[in-house]
């Protein structure tokens, strides 16, 4: 399958909400989309895909198998069709066992750079890493930066550190860009998002619960709290994915002037008509706090989002404002948008990951 028309790109990752995004984006753009899907997203996946409109082949595999699980045929389609590849599999839910997380961000990169070296046509691999390779470094990181002598402060962190450094040794051998996101929120037009969690915990709480009082934050909240919208995300690295000036380099896909944690969640409330956040209790006490009944519900907030909260660096965009100037994609300010990640904070029932 594929076309003249466009080009042919493969994306894993399906079903999280980065990965079907840059489909959806991918059909908008007239390419021919291979996604790489776990047997049991198949039919699913199919079913969205085609009401998209767009060309695609549904590929049932898996990044933590041999040759991604595909047959010999489907590996030949790739190696001699792909022309771009949207790694986007990964795992940050800190609730599954450390050795599949790891398995699947560290060894599942390693299967999709092993495949990508044998084909043809590839123009472009992108690989989705984080902000949050900096691990528990304050002040200013630079997009070129990775190994700083950092600690990580969960799994996560500390496997996407290893899956970018080593699709930075294969810098030499394939034409690599990297994108590291900060905390991904709704859609800035529609507020739309998968699953309320990272920075939704604080915000479904201080919209839905059923008192209005003043939340205590988990910190002072004086720090960035660095948030980006999904659609920006995905335009950026999609646009990035096609300049030749990105080979070999590396994109903070962040907020260039991002809002103190406190001021974030006082914008939430006021959008919400609820009382803003007064006061301040450390983390440890925080996570005891929220599972009182009525609150453990609507937060259930993770130990990982609360050392995010706390974060002290800042993330330099150097490169992605260089390459995006006149692009016409910028990370829109989240006071433009936060009405409407309240909105649809609201009108969804809670959806725990």
Known sequence: MGSSNGSNVLVTGYPAFTAKRMCRRLTEAGDTVFALVQPRFAEEANIWLRSLGGRFEILEGDVVDIDLGLSGQEVRTLTQTIEV????????????????????????????????????????????????????????????????????????????????????????????????????????????????????????????L?????????????????????????????????????????????????????RVYELVAEHAGRKLPKGQIPASITQLLLRIPGLERVTRPPRQFLEQFNQQALFNNSNTLQLLAGSGIVCPPFESYVGRLVSFLRQHTYDAP
């Open 210 to 262: 059923p008192i209005d009082i003043h939340l205590p934050l988990p910190g002072k909240g004086d720090n960035p709290l660095n948030l980006v919208p999904i659609d920006f995300v995905i335009d950026a690295a999609h646009y990035l994915s096609s300049q030749d000036r990105a080979v070999g380099r590396t994109f903070h896909l962040t907020d260039s002037n991002p809002l103190p944690a406190r």
């Open 85 to 208: 590849v949207h790694h986007m599999a990964a795992i940050y839910f800190l609730g599954v066992d450390t050795e599949t997380i790891r398995q699947v961000n560290v060894e599942g990169t390693k299967a999709v750079l092993r495949l990508s070296l044998e084909m043809a046509k590839l123009r472009r691999f992108c690989q989705y890493s984080t902000a949050f390779v900096a691990g528990n470094r304050t002040g200013v990181v630079q997009e070129d930066e990775l190994d700083c002598g950092q600690r990580f402060r969960n799994v996560y962190e500390q496997t996407k550190f290893v899956a970018e450094t080593v699709v930075r040794h294969a810098m030499r051998d394939l034409p690599l860009t990297v994108f590291r996101p900060s905390l991904i929120v709704g859609d800035s037009t529609s507020g739309e998002i998968d699953r309320f969690a990272g920075p939704y915990y604080l915000m479904n709480a201080i919209v839905n």
